[in-house]
Every structure is written in structure tokens, then in C-alpha cells.
């Protein structure tokens, strides 16, 4: 087998590990909590649907799309970080950025690379491809919340603004779906999710 | 709320539910079975990093990937079809269509319209974009039985010249992926997966 497949099938089998990485909104059946592989393939598909929404007119979709099914993938080696979690909020990039270096280093080096730089792309949330990536990112948990109520009862519950205010972010990327996420807050707030 | 954002998001919970949709071979902590959701984040991933091994040159890469997000998306309604029941795969089709009918349908109608489009060009599998994409589909479930050992130990073992006989079409697309798909298959049956 030539080098190059050796190394592509061993992320390829490693990253198998982000489908039991576990977050803290549930399945649409309530009968386990989500990962981040089917969390990100969601995503993906949300950037596909939603991207005409962007306010920046002729974003790189592919791009977008790519960020999105790469940008959990650091949680292997980190866990999966909760949003309203501040300690392990301030220790999250370092952590992701080290487990980001040994995930994307089984991969021939150039390759390793370019997807490791779309990652740190992602996280710098500077270019339009990056914010509206990130601006997905935040939208789907708050879709799913009302989909499937609380993620777990005995998690304390974030505050309505809290959440509005770690959400703002949104704005910079799309009108349209700031006001969608808003109405999504108001609504699980209305049904007891949020403080 | 827009009439298309509205339509965007009733499809967009919709999905939701390929998280639900199991398959039969399992994740790598052998806890539980795979879903179709996180099958398909991993199929477009894998897409993107074997690329280079397609015999065609210029695929676009982008409707590949878009083919994998989408292409197990009627099993919503129609239930997923192990490749060994006969039976099944018989009426695969047929339930597939109508069920993608009416998810698709959920959308603004030419934004359905281009998916559906893209599910049934995958199906056809004459394009190249679709014959990289159906490979990767069938080469992803061998890797898997390798990590994680057979699916289920009640379910009968398909022999392994079936196994060869139902994944050939890999090399239409990929002459070295078909060789890696024939050594995961041999490993696997040395290791008792198959027949």
C-alpha cells in the first residue's frame, strides 16, 4: 500500500472516535445525548440549505462545508467542551489546538496541514466562511432544543440572556438568522429550557 | 419569518430524525450501533481526503460531497436496507424514492428539486462524481468491520466472494481503493467477520 494511503487510513479510522464523543442536547427521540459527528454532518447540510441567507454575498460554500465537518474533530484527543461551562471554556483552545496537532499529523503533511489551517480558520472567526461556519454552528443546538427540550434536567439551566448574549455572534454573519435564533430562544425560554 | 426560511427549517428538523435511522455494523467502543447521520459525516470526510485516488481526474469534489451528505436521507422514511437482505434491497428503491419525494418536497421546490436531483444521480451511478461517491459508500462499512468486528453476532455472516461480489464496482472508480477494499475484506475474513 503506498504511503500516502497508509497514513489517510489511519485518520480515516481514528476520527472513527468523534462518534462517541457526546454533547449535552439529546436525539430527536430523547433516547441518548448527540455527538459531534452527527452533529457535524448536520451542520453541513445546514450551510447547504441556509447559505443563501448569508449577508456576504459569494462565500466559498465548499469551504464553509469543509470547516464544518472538520471543526469537532480536535475534541478527540479534548472532549467536547460545554458552551456555558466557563472553566473548560478558558482552557478550550489550548487543549483543542494540541489534540488538533497529533489528529491532523497521521495525514501526509500538506494535507495535515491545509485541513488543520481551515480549523484554525474556523476558530479565528475572521473571514466570511469562517463566521458563517461558526454562525451554523451556534444555530443548530438552539433548533434542536426546541426540537427535544433540556438537554439533561440535572444540568443547571443558562440564563435567556446568556444564551442570547453567547449567541450574538450570529448577527455578524446574517441578519435573517439572528432573528431565527432569537425566535428560537424566545421559544424554549417560553417552555422552561432556559432560566 | 420568510416563507423560504420557513420551509428551510421544517426540512432542517425533519432530518433530525437520520440520527435515529441504525445501520449494522457498530462504532469503534462497540457500545452501540452506527447511525446514518454520522455514517454519512464520515463518508463525506473520507471523500475528501481520498480524492486524489479516483482514476477520473477533475471530479467535482464538492457534489461528491454534497451526494454523501444527501444520500441516505429517504431512509427517513423508508428504513435502512442491509445490503445482504435480498429481500429488501428488492423494494430499496421504490421506498427510497417516495420517501425522498416527500422529505425533498419540505423544501422550496427548486431547491428540493437540485437535491433530489443529486440523490437520484447518485443512485444512477453513471457519473463519475457518482461512482467516487457510491465506492466510498461501499468501502467505508469495511473499514469500519475491521475497527469494530462483525455488526451483530446473531445476524447470519455473508460470505466473503458475496462481500467481493457486492463491492467490485469500487474499482470502476478507484483501482487502488479496490485493492484496499480486497485487503479489508480478506482481513476481515481471516479474522471470522465473514463466511
Known amino acids: 500500500m503506498n504511503d500516502r494511503l497508509t497514513q489517510q487510513t489511519a ?11 457526546y454533547r449535552r442536547n439529546r436525539t430527536i427521540d430523547r433516547a441518548r445525548f448527540e455527538n459531534s459527528a452527527e452533529h457535524s454532518w448536520h451542520l453541513a447540510l445546514m450551510a447547504i440549505v441556509l447559505c443563501e441567507h448569508a449577508d456576504q454575498p459569494g462565500l466559498d460554500l465548499f469551504k464553509v ?3 464544518l465537518l472538520i471543526h469537532d474533530l480536535a475534541e478527540i484527543h479534548a472532549g ?10 478558558a482552557s478550550q483552545q489550548q487543549r483543542e489546538d494540541a489534540g488538533a496537532e497529533t489528529l491532523f499529523g497521521l495525514l501526509p503533511s500538506e494535507q495535515g496541514d491545509k485541513l488543520n489551517s481551515l480549523r484554525r480558520e474556523f476558530d479565528a472567526r475572521i473571514t466570511p466562511e469562517a ?8 444555530l443548530q443546538p438552539l433548533a434542536n432544543h426546541v426540537l427535544t427540550g433540556r438537554p439533561d434536567d440535572e444540568d443547571p ?5 446568556e444564551v442570547l448574549a453567547r449567541k450574538r455572534h450570529i448577527e455578524e454573519s446574517s ?11 424566545s ?6 429550557l432556559y432560566e
Chains 1, 2 share one sequence.
Not at 463566521?131 to 451556534?138: G, S
Open 65 to 67: 462545508v469543509k470547516m
Open 11 to 21: 485518520f480515516l479510522s481514528e476520527i472513527e472516535k468523534l462518534k462517541t464523543i
Open 131 to 138: 463566521r458563517f461556519a461558526v454562525a451554523i454552528d451556534a
Open 157 to 161: 439551566k443558562p440564563h435567556a440572556t
Open 187 to 192: 421559544q424554549s425560554a417560553a417552555d422552561g
Open 175 to 185: 441578519v435573517v438568522l439572528w432573528e431565527l435564533a432569537q425566535r428560537l430562544i
Open 80 to 89: 467536547d467542551t460545554w458552551l456555558y461551562d466557563t472553566e473548560a471554556v
